[in-house]
């Protein structure tokens, strides 16, 4: 029998994304959420009912300092992140931090710089690269399967921003950064594109629009993705200065071309990503919506459905997958798998060397486009990275 004590985990931000942290956590052997962080104290008693979480805090470092965590998911809005990871980071825990890391690149550094000295587990939940078709989809190109890639191309489309009403934090530029809709999903897809091609972007040219300029903000707070069931009858009209949707042409260190479409006011899109990589022997075309199938277009013989299937995928995607082929995975079992690979580093020192789920560098690293992709918007010209 087995007695080795739980490791001790606290969910900083109880949005659509907290939960989300919990819920996975609860699926990984040897793992407890002991607590939870919300400013309102009210919200924050309402929701460790709701998800029997035995304690709540309204301070950060005071759950820092009674429930001693043995990591920490910091998962509140984006201006917040810089001084939670911060301060979990000099009392020796852990962090997996949502994107983006922080608001500037010099702090992010900072961060990285720290967390390393310490030589603690530092994660940032890009958990799109956790669907098994994707890990497929990079050793296939690894192993140059498509060829020659002359082309990548990718769009993440969403709708909950379609209507002037709807409205959440992430417009508010003192709370999101400068950038809304690419910094929010379109940092998904660039290190999803960069992740399964193992190619590196060097030169961007962006182009921006804001669908509304003015939006009606409710007088409560509006957690993201459930605006448009609000009834509130009472706003106030805010200017917004962020995107809605944002085109991006790529070019990669190996002269292939791009482009990335973001959108979060495409009408009946709920949360669609697509990716789609065409080489000189064949492409591959994958789908959120269907995340367990993967298209492989031929030129001179049939093309293929490959499904999700640990007997079919190439051995690197086997270990994320959790149910025999025919049993789907989704949105929920990728958090589940990387949070899996960071709690056996946190138990494993040694896996802390060249990881495999995403560190505070691939943090960096969708900063440093996103911040270039801005620069390029603004200059209306290609930009380098």
Known sequence: MNNA????????????????????????????????VHSNEERAAEKAGQLAIPAYY????????????????????????????????LNNIHVVCEKPLTLSLSEAQELVSLATAKNLVHAVN???????????IKSACANNEAGKLFSINGSYQQDWLLKDTDYNWRLETDKSGMSKAFADIGSHLLDLIEYSTGLQITEVMADFS?????????????????????????????????????????????????????????AGRKNRLQLEINGASQSFAWCSETPNELWIGKRDAANQILLKDPSLVHESARSIIGYPGGHNEGFADT?????????????NPGLRVNPLYPTFKNGIREMELCEK???????QCWVKI
């Open 5 to 36: 004590p739980h490791l001790k985990a606290a969910v900083a931000g109880i949005g659509f994304i907290g939960p989300v942290h919990i819920e996975s956590l609860r699926r990984i052997p040897g793992v407890q959420v002991v607590a939870i």
């Open 58 to 89: 309204t301070s950060f470092s005071k759950m820092l300092a009674v429930e001693k965590p043995d990591a920490v998911h910091i998962c509140t809005p984006n201006h917040l992140h810089y001084v939670m990871v911060k301060e979990a980071l």
């Open 126 to 136: 890009f958990n799109i690269r956790y669907y098994p078709l994707i890990r497929h």
């Open 210 to 266: 804001t669908a509304y300029t003015k939006r009606k903000k409710p007088l409560e707070n509006i957690e993201t993705y459930s605006g448009k069931m609000a009834t509130a009858k009472d706003f106030e009209e805010v200017v917004i200065h962020t995107e809605d949707t944002a085109n991006v042409l790529l070019r990669f260190s190996n002269g292939t071309k791009g482009i990335a479409t973001v959108s979060q006011v495409a």
């Open 335 to 347: 958090t589940k798998q990387l949070f899996n690979e960071v709690y056996t580093a946190i138990k």
């Open 373 to 379: 992709i801005i620069e390029s918007h603004q200059r």
